[in-house]
């Protein structure tokens, strides 16, 4: 049966890939991207997608406004694929105060989860959260990773994208007799544009990317999890294969401060 497929990061990568998949085989599928022309264009090339919402998703007002927009272009919401993510190459705070990728990688997905659960309930829906592998090279510290002050260029990535895989674990509790189930996925080693550089390093990197996998290869695991007929809630998939989350993603005490603070921070239970 053909599902209302939310993506965000869709312009672009592994999230346009994923968009391209599921419209070829007839869901309704809205994208979720920062620039219209880039949203546009993408809509124009895929052909037959749901609609297109423009929204940034850097910020606690892009948010709320996306998840707005969200609930007029997909009110039948079934999936919601939370691929958005930033390898940032300088510290930068948000008008939130917050490091940039923190709160794109791991505030913006709690938010949107928040805004768009009465949907996602309605429709015995399900989420499909994007993650990193490189999650096992993180480390948050709750009193300074969200303002970048342990801010680094190889690791600010890793420690945000397991701040996000931390809860994932407490959305399946939360969802367990609501019918709505919550899936984290690392799509492999893709050659996208993620953490693209200038200069030297960017070639360097842009040559090295060559070797690795294609955004289409990327969807795969994230398509089928968005579609599979029973997912098990909570569970971690390296790209086919579901996997024990291993430390630091077991800290179940600092699961719960992050998921507090976020709490606190967008005054949500
Ligand atoms: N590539 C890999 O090897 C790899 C490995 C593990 C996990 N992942 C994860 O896969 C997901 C997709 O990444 P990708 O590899 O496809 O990289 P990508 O090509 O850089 O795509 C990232 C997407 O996120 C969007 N995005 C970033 N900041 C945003 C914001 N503030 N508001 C709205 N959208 C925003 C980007 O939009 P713009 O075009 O506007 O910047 C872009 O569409 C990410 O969550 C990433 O962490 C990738």
Redesign the pocket.
């Known amino acids: 049966m053909a599902k209302t497929v939310v993506i ?9 890939a994923t968009a391209t998949a599921l419209a070829r085989d007839g869901h309704r599928v809205v994208l ?4 219209r022309e ?1 949203g546009e264009r993408a809509v124009a090339e895929i052909g037959g997608l749901a609609g297109l919402v423009v ?4 910020t606690a007002r ?1 948010v709320r406004a996306t998840a707005a927009a969200l609930r007029e272009h997909a009110p039948d919401l079934d999936v919601l694929v939370q ?5 940032p190459s300088k510290k930068a705070l948000n008008e939130d105060g917050f490091e ?1 990728a923190y709160f ?2 791991h505030l ?1 997905p709690f938010l949107l989860n928040h805004l768009l659960e009465d949907l996602l309930k309605a429709n015995g829906g399900r989420v499909v959260q ?5 999650y096992l090279k993180g480390k948050v510290d709750p009193e300074r990773t969200p303002k970048g002050l342990d801010f680094s260029t190889i690791r600010t ?1 890793a420690d945000t ?1 397991l701040a996000n895989l931390l809860t994932v674990p407490l959305w399946a509790d939360r969802w367990q007799d609501a019918g709505v189930s919550i899936t984290a996925v ?9 953490g ?1 550089r200038s200069g030297p390093l960017g070639l360097l990197l842009r040559l090295v990317k060559r070797s ?1 996998g294609t ?1 289409e290869a ?1 969807a795969r695991p994230v398509v089928r999890l968005a579609l599979e007929d029973a997912p098990r809630s909570g569970t971690y998939y390296n790209e086919e294969k579901p996997e024990e989350l291993l430390a630091p993603a077991t800290d179940t005490a600092l699961a719960r401060r992050l998921w507090r603070d976020a709490a606190a921070e967008f005054d949500v239970a």
């Open positions: 965000t990061g869709a312009g672009r990568g592994i999230g346009r979720v991207t920062r620039d880039q929204g940034d998703l850097g892009g691929n958005a993510g930033v390898w940039q794109t990688n913006a994007v993650t990193a592998g490189l990535y994208k690392h799509p492999g080693v893709v050659n996208t544009n993620l693209a690795w955004p990327g």
